[in-house]
């Protein structure tokens, strides 16, 4: 769908959505090459759950602004529980969730944001898998639009679409 809505607004060419690894430390290092050469200035990252978290650490890291939607708040923690092998949702693949994963989670934890204007929460209120008073609060200074409902993996994200790409400029 963003694909889409970036080609309509002519900007396809700057689309770029890496297939990210397991690894927290070469998921971040494959989002670094990604965004290799570009101008902080005129870059935006999105991320949805563990890719909220990501995006978070690139922003900060880079200076670029950051679409949140329902993002991790503390995945080095809360995923203590589904170590082992897991499903990969929307596929018929699994991985392995490793106690070295965690770790490396950990390492890339950003404790609080510097800039807030740089930074857009888009969190579900009835997001089953991370509290959304959780997101709010760490993402206070930021601009956030609160979803009354929905889920996790925000049904009708479609129509939030135009809101994130001005925001992305």
């Avoid at 700057?14 to 290799?36: R, S, Y």
């Avoid at 900060?60 to 939607?69: D, F, K, N, S, T």
């Avoid at 950003?110 to 008073?133: C, H, K, M, N, S």
Wanted: proline share 5%.
């Amino acid at each position: 769908m963003m694909k889409a809505a970036m080609q309509a607004r002519g900007r396809g060419g700057d689309f770029v959505c890496p297939e990210l690894p397991i690894a927290p430390g070469a998921a971040a290092q494959v989002a670094l090459d990604a965004a290799a050469g570009q101008d902080p200035a005129q870059l935006a990252v999105v991320g949805s759950s563990l890719g909220g978290y990501y995006a978070t650490w690139l922003a900060e890291r880079l200076g670029c602004r950051a679409v949140l939607l329902n993002p991790a708040i503390h995945p080095g923690r809360d995923l203590q529980a589904h170590l082992g092998r897991q499903p990969v949702y929307f596929s018929d693949q699994t991985i392995e969730l490793t106690a070295d994963h965690l770790i490396q989670l950990q390492a890339l934890d950003t404790v609080q944001v510097t800039r807030p204007e740089r930074y857009f929460l888009i969190a579900a209120t009835g997001d089953e898998v991370i509290d959304w008073a959780t997101m709010v609060a760490k993402y206070a200074r930021c601009r956030q639009k609160i979803i009354e409902g929905s889920d996790h993996v925000l049904s009708g994200f479609e129509r939030y679409l135009d809101e994130i790409l001005d925001f992305c400029r």
